[in-house]
């Protein structure tokens, strides 16, 4: 992520502004990456991704997983740590975050929606029926 993050949003970060640390150190690690290093994390991102559909064309529409570690931070500073989306986007599963749960101090816990690639109609099909069943639990 850091590397395609300093490929893609480095020119931007070069130009200067108002960017935070976390951003430019995020920018630094990508571009620390080797071009081995990121051929072979795309390499065994695929053959992940291979080993991924399995599960939906035999068991299931979609996967529940958590969006971040924990409750949402508080304020507008940070979004949280995204490392339970990383590994959806590299593989390019589809996701989507549900307002489902929220900690002790009402902020939202995160809970993501992960579907195959190319069936975002059935990923959102089940989000609706995930959502109505909840509702109507309630």
């Known amino acids: 992520m850091a590397a395609e ?3 893609n949003l480095g020119p931007l970060v070069d130009k200067g502004g108002e960017i935070s640390a976390q951003f430019l150190e995020l ?3 990508g571009r620390k990456v080797r071009a081995h290093e990121y051929l072979a994390a795309v390499r065994d991102a695929r053959r992940y991704a291979d080993g991924m559909m399995g599960i ?35 593989t390019g599963f589809p996701s989507l975050n549900l ?5 002790s101090e009402g902020l939202p816990i995160g809970v993501q929606l992960v579907g195959a690639p190319g069936r975002d109609e059935r990923l959102l099909r089940t ?12």
């Open 99 to 103: 307002p489902l749960l929220e900690g």
């Open 27 to 29: 920018i630094a690690e």
């Open 56 to 90: 939906f064309e035999q068991l299931a529409d979609a996967i529940i997983t958590l969006s971040a570690r924990g409750v949402a931070p508080q304020g507008l500073d940070a979004t949280g740590d995204p490392i339970f989306c990383s590994l959806w986007t590299l």
């Open 127 to 138: 989000a609706r029926a995930l959502i109505r069943m909840l509702a109507d639990a309630e």
């Open 5 to 7: 993050m300093a490929h």
